[in-house]
Nanobody, 125 residues
Framework: QVQLVESGGGLVQAGGSLRLSCAAS????????MGWFRQAPGKEREIVAAIIWSGSSTYYADSVKGRFTISRDNAKNTVYLQMNGLKPEDTAVYYC??????????????????WGQGTQVTVSS
């Protein structure tokens, strides 16, 4: 089973940028769709962005379109989330997650069954 470890969170001022990384163990990373999710205090966990196993297709929540970019490097077993133009409402714990191999519903939260431990992102106004 794949294991996921996030890094790159921190404190940033509004308008700033951060890049999150998620390193995956295992030899079949290139068969998993990968997603970034976030959960703010008192709110449900929501999908932020997702990328298909080949990297050829991506999905973004409306709230982050044009500001966040998801990418992956299958040679390094790593997925990234570049976050620009950060807003205070982006403050949350960010999680990366993986689907089972070649999951058809990779754009939806329910497809994801393996989760990292999360990394805190705090955006000050």
């Amino acid at each position: 089973q794949v294991q996921l470890v996030e890094s790159g969170g921190g404190l940033v001022q509004a308008g700033g940028s951060l890049r999150l990384s998620c390193a995956a163990s295992g030899r079949t990373f290139s068969s998993y769709a990968m997603g970034w999710f976030r959960q703010a205090p008192g709110k449900e966990r929501e999908i932020v962005a997702a990328i298909i196993w080949s990297g050829s297709s991506t999905y973004y929540a409306d709230s982050v379109k044009g500001r966040f970019t998801i990418s992956r490097d299958n040679a390094k077993n790593t997925v990234y989330l570049q976050m620009n133009g950060l807003k205070p409402e982006d403050t949350a714990v960010y999680y990366c997650a993986a689907t089972p191999p070649y999951a058809a519903n990779w754009r939806t939260r329910h497809a994801y069954g393996t989760w990292g431990q999360g990394t805190q992102v705090t955006v000050s106004s």
